[in-house]
Nanobody, 123 residues
């Protein structure tokens, strides 16, 4: 099981930016997918973005053009650069990982490893 640790959450005014980080323990399998999900207050957890070991990315429509996902060279850390933040982006953000390709990245049931979450509040 992969251990995931998120960081970088906080409070920001609308229009501001934050960068989230997710560090993973060493992977033993070659192909894997890492993703960000979020759970707004009182709502279900939803897909935000994903990135595969081949660099392929995917984004929810609600964050396209504002959020950017990236990974380090060793692919064990991913980032979520969040710009032009809106109050609707307020949520607990979770990092997740699964073996194999990302598709379908929005199916959170396929992700076996999850971080503890980091809170993002936009006012």
């Amino acid at each position: 099981e992969v251990q995931l640790v998120e960081s970088g959450g906080g409070s920001v005014q609308a229009g501001g930016s934050l960068r989230l980080s997710c560090a993973a323990s060493t992977y033993t399998y070659f192909t894997y997918c890492m993703a960000w999900f979020r759970q707004p207050p009182g709502k279900e957890r939803e897909f935000v973005s994903s990135i595969g070991t081949d660099g392929t990315t995917s984004y929810a429509d609600s964050v396209k053009g504002r959020f950017t996902i990236s990974q380090t060279r060793d692919k064990n850390t991913i980032y979520l650069e969040m710009n032009s933040l809106k109050p609707d982006d307020t949520a607990m953000y979770y990092c997740a990982a699964k073996m194999g390709d990302c598709f379908p990245s929005w199916d959170q049931r396929a992700f076996g490893s999850w971080g503890q979450g980091t809170q993002v509040t936009v006012s």
